[in-house]
């Protein structure tokens, strides 16, 4: 029945992630032992201070549409927070609340780009960059970056990839799902070359940005000459482990801010009102509310970085933030494993979710098919047994 649905949604992927979660609840179901390293998800629970803050806006009766941009007090708040981590000067004119980050990608890609704009994605990139670029029309220009550089693009890669139909570059610091983390220095040498094409504006998607062991972090908009040419994307999904209660937002000049607004207005509307009241009490929050969990991040990315450096064939980095790892597993292609030939990252996935029962993501999702992603957003018991399985598995 393909054929009577649009060409739009035929020409669409399905999310890797999304469904390689889903095989693997599916497994579980049917009495499997598997162990799940494929989401993006915190397994903390929310912390009770928003909790609260959530139960207090019920009972106050916060039960009516919101403003389409978020509640102006909560647009208050981000901006302080924007200030506070980031030194961003936004106003509340500058800023829109959406349901979760990925509708504020979806929202910036609807209102900036025309068919044939170009924009360039620095891979490994987020799973639904692309998609969400070519939606809108345009067409995602892959930049293909290595372990060996901790797969982060450089000023040479960047300049060589701008044509004169480059409208955007997008990209995450800490990086999903590579890790990485870009530095003041790295991201003043981006600056310059874009310094050079002015018409170019930059997404930087800073979802993870407190999930970080680099001990510093560096927005692009702070860097001189970036602010008005910078799209600020963030949320509390990440970070305060609330990712089912949606809520992202941006950060970006008035008249991008108006038109996402715009843009909501016809498709959602305003956030869930008991969810924008709960990211209030988040973004006012001290971040240091967080160093538990990111210390907690940082003993597992160790944990994990040392077991698979004992696992003969993957090549692995230390990234310094999120919680992901990125290993190249391309030594095992073209070879046989118990009867399984592995031709690519796809298969290497699916061979670990057959014989070690561990669900990971493809690297190919991600724009790098020499890798797969391992989420370590699970308890240090699981992680160690899953990559026994593993090391096994290849054995």
């Not at 998800?41 to 803050?53: G, L, M, V």
């Not at 060589?160 to 409208?167: G, L, Y």
């Not at 910078?230 to 509390?236: F, L, S």
């Not at 006012?284 to 450096?309: C, H, T, W, Y």
Request: one cysteine or more; charged letters at 20%; hydrophobic letters at 40%.
């Amino acid at each position: 029945m393909n054929h009577l649905l649009s060409d739009r949604i035929n020409q669409l992927s399905t999310s890797q992630t999304l469904a390689m979660a889903a095989l693997a609840r599916e497994l579980k179901a049917q009495g499997k032992d598997i162990i799940s390293l494929s989401l993006g998800e915190p397994d903390f629970n929310t912390p009770d201070f928003i909790k609260e803050a959530a139960k207090k806006a019920i009972d106050e009766n916060y039960s009516t549409y919101s403003p389409v941009d978020g509640y102006v007090d909560l647009k208050d708040a981000i901006c302080r927070k924007f200030k506070r981590d980031n030194d961003l000067d936004y106003k509340p004119a500058n800023i829109v609340v959406s349901t979760g980050a990925k509708q504020s990608l979806y929202n910036i890609a609807q209102v900036m780009l025309n068919d044939g704009d170009e924009v360039i994605l620095p891979a490994p990139y987020w799973v639904s960059y692309y998609e969400i670029v070519k939606m809108a029309g345009g067409i995602p220009v892959e930049v293909p970056t290595t372990i060996e550089s901790d797969f982060k693009i450089t000023p040479e890669q960047l300049e060589k990839a701008i044509t004169p139909k480059t409208k955007m570059v997008w990209y995450s610091s800490p990086c999903n799902p590579s890790g990485s983390v870009y530095n003041r220095e790295e991201l003043t040498e981006l600056a310059k070359v874009l310094e050079k094409h002015p018409n170019i504006f930059v997404v930087s998607d800073e979802i993870y940005e407190h999930i970080n062991f680099s001990g510093t972090f560096c927005s692009i908009a702070s860097i001189p000459g970036m602010f008005e040419r910078t799209i600020t994307v963030n949320g509390v999904a990440k970070a305060f482990a609330m990712t089912g209660w949606r809520i992202g937002y941006i950060g970006a000049p008035e008249f991008i801010a108006k038109a996402c607004t715009k843009m909501q207005g016809q498709v959602t509307s305003g956030a869930n009102s008991i969810a924008q009241r709960a990211t209030f009490a988040a973004v006012d929050a001290d971040p240091k509310v967080l160093n538990e969990m990111v210390g907690a991040f940082k003993s597992r990315r160790d944990l994990v970085v040392g077991l698979i450096q004992e696992i003969p064939g993957l090549k692995i980095n230390s990234p310094e933030g999120a919680f992901y790892v990125f290993p190249d597993v391309s030594y095992y292609f073209g070879k046989t494993l118990k009867g399984t030939e592995i031709k690519d990252a796809n298969d290497f996935a699916m061979y670990l979710l057959s014989e070690a029962n561990v669900a990971t993501v493809t690297g190919e999702a991600f724009g790098n098919p020499n890798c797969i992603r391992f989420s370590y957003a699970t308890s240090e018991a699981q992680l160690t047994e899953a990559l026994r399985r593993i090391k096994e598995a290849l054995a």
